[in-house]
């Protein structure tokens, strides 16, 4: 039997900013740069493992994720856990009263989802499997994909570049008015065509009434789904009321944690289950996210917009667990993301192919972003 455990020895954090040519749009503020917060952990057998903690707005945050990341690092070098799973367990316990003292709710769980992520990567390396081997024994080869970040300025003409590249789903970016999102949406189905999947997403933007509008002006288009179109924590009653007036599957789960997994589970509200890996949980929190979504009949698709290490995480888990859902996968230029997975996840009728290399399937090319590190950190036994 594949050994879990580990001690580690070291743990260092990489705070990496890189500016963007064309500035993303999204419905609470624009991505002028594109921030990563790395994580490096060494055990015992000097081997190493990856993880990222989720950075990705404000920008400015990046630089204490990854200092908080250090401190808290000084809680697990040189102790011995029997698994990932339990180090973020008991993590998550440690941590509880200091999140009721700091209100840093975000930051923390994100630390963990990192340091979660980067010691599956070194059990996995370990035992020189890929990472999705560790958690399933599905064989599978590729996983669908599609694309997302896509602004509301012209968006039919980059999606229509990227269908060009062998994409076959696409996620616009809504949340900009009622005319110009319907007029968008429907502008990229007529250009995309009937057999295209196209999704939208408002960044929890609408009020009840505005969604429900918005969801009947848009079923002709035949959506995938409508992710967060009212706030999280928008009363049941409406989440309700909208479900039964939309046609459209409606989607979310980002900006969920613990044990708001559990009630999106048990209600028929959200067909779409969407946790970010580095946002919460990591691995060991998502692998069990989307093992329950599957088995509700629930598509798992994992949310992601940030770099390399994150986006592999989850086409291991989304590998691992199967059902019908696809890998969100930015489009845009990302060195982030290129400088980790290079020319590993190439596209091809919708599909990537799942990496055979141990761990996540790779590692960061620190050469590549050297010139963009603003901050590095490292804690040892």
Not at 110 to 127: K, N, S, T
Not at 149 to 164: K, Y
Not at 221 to 231: A, D, I, V
Request: charged share 20%.
């Amino acid at each position: 039997m594949t050994s879990l455990s580990f001690t580690l020895t070291s743990i260092e954090a990489f705070c990496i900013r890189v500016p963007v040519k064309m500035p993303i749009k999204v419905a609470f503020g624009t991505f002028r740069d594109r921030p990563m917060v790395l994580l490096r952990v060494v055990d015992t057998e000097g081997v190493e493992g990856w993880g990222e903690a989720w950075a990705n707005w404000p920008a400015s945050g990046a630089e204490h994720r990854a200092r908080l990341a250090i401190d808290l690092g000084e809680r697990v070098v040189g102790r011995r856990f029997e698994s990932p799973e339990a180090m973020f367990q008991q993590l998550s316990r440690e941590l509880e009263v200091l999140v009721l003292q700091t209100l840093e709710v975000g930051p923390i769980a994100q630390v963990i989802a990192g340091l979660d992520i980067a010691c599956w990567d070194l059990v996995a390396r370990r035992a020189a499997k890929p990472l999705h081997q560790m958690l399933s024994d599905r064989e599978v080869s590729r996983v669908p994909v599609y694309v997302t970040g896509i602004n509301p300025d012209q968006p039919e003409v980059f999606a229509a570049a990227r269908q060009a590249e062998g994409f076959k789903a696409f996620k616009l970016k809504t949340g900009f008015g009622h005319d110009k999102d319907v007029h968008n949406l429907q502008a990229m189905r007529e250009v995309l065509g009937l057999d295209a999947v196209l999704t939208c997403d408002s960044n929890q933007n609408l009020d009840l009434p505005s969604a429900v509008a918005f969801a009947q002006a848009i079923a002709p288009l035949n959506l995938s789904w409508f992710e967060e179109p009212l706030r999280v924590d928008a009363p049941e009653a409406d989440w309700q009321a909208l479900a039964r007036a939309s046609s459209t599957p409606l989607a979310g789960g980002e900006n969920f944690h613990g044990l708001q997994f559990d009630q999106a589970l048990a209600s028929p509200v959200l067909q779409v289950i969407q946790p970010d890996i580095t946002k919460w949980g990591g691995i060991s929190g998502n692998a069990s996210v989307a093992r329950r979504a599957v088995a509700a009949g629930k598509r798992y698709c994992p949310h992601y917009f940030g770099g390399g290490i994150s986006l592999l995480a989850s086409l291991q888990v989304l590998a691992a667990v199967g059902g019908e859902g696809l890998l969100e996968f930015d489009a845009h230029p990302n060195l982030g993301r290129e400088a980790v997975v290079g020319d590993l996840l190439p596209v091809q009728d919708g599909s990537v192919p799942v990496p055979t290399g141990p761990g996540l399937g790779a590692v960061p090319d620190l050469a590549r972003l050297v010139g963009h590190q603003t901050w590095t950190g490292r804690i040892q036994a």
